[in-house]
């Protein structure tokens, strides 16, 4: 089969258009065309539908381009690898990880990574989906749960919990709750029950749910809540660690907690050798050392 023709099939069936494959590939849009169509009768298939909005994959195209796919993320990992040098750590390295630790633990400390490699470029990707390192839809993930996916090296970072915390104004204006049943008298904040969450998270929240809470105030991720927390609109459900970057919050009802969750790094196993996956890896863990004393001392004081 005609590499060349494959890599011209693939551009045109991510652009879903000859034009914008042409563009891409700096090749015609009679040149595009006619690589698919020898491609096709290589193959005594069709590979596209044509409609007026554009080129649909047919059954056929589809198990090409899922091929295809592959090859090219397989190529991308052989092209990082040759570009990894054993001194230097430069390049993009993909990271995803869930929007709550990404925004309120991640991203303050990125400035520390750029300062020891200011040519990295991290391609930070921030969602409750589980992506596929193995294929490369990322290089390294943090995750709230040990990754089933197989060869992966994998990493447990830390337990984190799910806590109350309000602001002292808050508390200060409102009262402070003393035992669960006063939480009725405060507006609640929390992710919604069906938002993407840990199940620890979750499970806190329809616990205080049952309860006559008399007002509430719903989101989708922990920024949000965090926010809403620090404008003084109520009691909120956090991840523990947000209180080393933000150490005025107070615990609400600090008996009432989720149960431990485990945050792990991950990783492709081809990619062991890489230095910016080791270089990532090690400032992670130097923060989560950094972050383990200050929580000890923090329990001493």
Known sequence: MDW??????????DAGSLTHAGDKLNLSQSAVSRQIRGLEESLNATLFHRHARGLILTEQGELLFDATSAMSKRLDTASA????SEEEVFGELRVT???GFGTLWLAPRLPK???NYPDLKVDLMLEERVLDL???EADVAIRMKEPSQADLIRKKLMMIRMCLYATPDYLAENGTPRDIEDIEDHRLICQNIDSNQVGAGRNLVQHLMTYEIR???TVNNYYGVLQSVLNNLGIGVLP???TEDFPDLVQVLPDLESADVPVFLAYPEELRHSQRVSAFKDFVQEEIITYRKQLREKQKS
């Open 4 to 13: 060349d023709k494959l890599r011209i099939f693939h551009a045109v069936a």
């Open 81 to 84: 690898r040759i570009r990894d």
């Open 97 to 99: 990880t869930t929007t």
């Open 113 to 115: 990574l750029y300062e």
């Open 134 to 136: 193995p294929m490369r």
């Open 215 to 217: 007002s509430l105030l």
């Open 240 to 242: 523990d660690y947000v």
